[in-house]
C-alpha cells in the first residue's frame, strides 16, 4: 500500500514554461485535493475533487488547472509557469470530503520557477 | 483570509519540557479541529483531533485543549523528545467545506 504518490519529487522551471504534477492514491479513496505550503503561509487549497469527475476551486487557483483523470488520479498543470508558483506542492486524499475523514498527504513535489 | 492563527511561529524547548502550541478561529461553524504534525521533507499526517462539544482530549504525550467560548484551542507535548521535533499545523473544518489550516509551528527540542 504505497498511500499517496506523487511526481516528480523535485523540479526547476523557468518562467512561462508548463508542466503538469501527477498524482496517485490506492486507497480507494473518492476526494482528492492539491495543496500549496509556502514558508509562513500554512497550507492552502488549490483545487480539490470530491469524486470521480468533478472538480473545484480551493483558495488560490489562479495560474493552475487539474484533471480528476481517474478515481485513483488527480493531476495538476502549470500552463505557465510564474516565479511566485515556486513552492512545494502536496496532493492528499480522504474518503470524502466531511469534517472528519482524514486526508491522507503525499510526499510533496518542491518547484522552483526561476 | 487568514481564518486559523497559529502561534508561535517556532518553538525550542528541552527534551522532556513541555511543548504548547495556540490557535485561535473566528469560524464559529467549524466543528472539527485536527492538528498535522509534518517531518522534514515529508507530507503532513494527522495527529490527534478534537470535536468542539469536548474541552480536552489526550493521546499517549498529546493533548488537545478546547475553548469554546475563547474560540482557541491548544496542543501540548508532554515529556518532548527529540524525534517530536517537526512542523505542526493546526487546522479547522466546518461540514463539508474545506480545511482551514494555520501557518505551522516548527518545533525544535534538544537533548
Known amino acids: 500500500n504505497a498511500g499517496v504518490t506523487q511526481t516528480p519529487k523535485f523540479q526547476v522551471l523557468k518562467t512561462g514554461q508548463s508542466m503538469t504534477l501527477q498524482c496517485a492514491q490506492d486507497?480507494?479513496?473518492?476526494?482528492m485535493y492539491w495543496y500549496r505550503q509556502d514558508p509562513g503561509m500554512g497550507l492552502r487549497l488549490i483545487y480539490y475533487?470530491?469524486?470521480?469527475?468533478?472538480?473545484d476551486k480551493g483558495e488560490v487557483p489562479n495560474g493552475y488547472n487539474v484533471s480528476r483523470l481517474n478515481k485513483r488520479e488527480f493531476s495538476l498543470r502549470l500552463e505557465s509557469a510564474a516565479p511566485s508558483q515556486t513552492s512545494v506542492y502536496f496532493c492528499?486524499?480522504?474518503?470524502?470530503?466531511?469534517?472528519?475523514?482524514?486526508?491522507?498527504f503525499g510526499p510533496g513535489t518542491r518547484l522552483t520557477v526561476l | 483570509q487568514q481564518q486559523v492563527k497559529q502561534s508561535p511561529q517556532s518553538l525550542i524547548v528541552q527534551k522532556g519540557g513541555i511543548s504548547i502550541i495556540n490557535c485561535a478561529y473566528e469560524?464559529?461553524?467549524?466543528?472539527?479541529f485536527p492538528w498535522y504534525q509534518q517531518f522534514p521533507g515529508k507530507g503532513p499526517a494527522l495527529l490527534i483531533a478534537?470535536?468542539?462539544?469536548?474541552s480536552e482530549k489526550k493521546e499517549g504525550r498529546f493533548t488537545i485543549s478546547f475553548n469554546k467560548s475563547a474560540k482557541q484551542f491548544s496542543l501540548h507535548i508532554m515529556d518532548s523528545q527529540p524525534g517530536d521535533s517537526a512542523t505542526y499545523f493546526c487546522?479547522?473544518?466546518?461540514?463539508?467545506?474545506?480545511?482551514?489550516f494555520g501557518t505551522g509551528t516548527r518545533l525544535q527540542v534538544f537533548p
Open positions: 475533487s470530491a469524486s470521480e469527475g468533478t472538480t
Open positions: 486507497m480507494n479513496h473518492n476526494s
Open positions: 492528499a486524499s480522504s474518503d470524502y470530503v466531511t469534517s472528519t475523514d482524514t486526508q491522507y
Open positions: 487546522a479547522a473544518i466546518h461540514n463539508t467545506d474545506k480545511l482551514i
Open positions: 469560524n464559529t461553524a467549524f466543528d472539527y
Open positions: 478534537i470535536r468542539p462539544d469536548v
